[in-house]
């Protein structure tokens, strides 16, 4: 499988559109992903990463406790 784009919304803090939150691969092997502290790089690969463990978009739900 080679990959063409990935792109991302509603993630976390990613939002404003898939057209807006993607990455071309262009045929690529070499990706660099770069810009200022805080714009949401981490979480783009944290959404990369999301989409290859839960591809069929099941996943357990955390069970949360109230004390």
């Known amino acids: ?5 990935f792109s991302v919304n509603n993630f976390r803090a990613i939002s404003g559109g ?3 939150n993607q990455i071309n ?3 690529s092997n070499t990706i660099f992903i770069f ?3 805080n714009v949401g790089k ?5 959404a990369y990463d999301f ?9 357990k739900k955390r069970h949360q406790t109230s004390i």
């Open 1 to 5: 499988m080679r990959l063409i784009n």
């Open 25 to 27: 691969f262009d045929g």
């Open 42 to 46: 981490s979480t783009f690969l944290a």
């Open 51 to 59: 989409f290859f463990k839960y591809p069929s978009g099941k996943f």
């Open 35 to 37: 810009g200022q502290n």
């Open 18 to 20: 898939l057209n807006n």
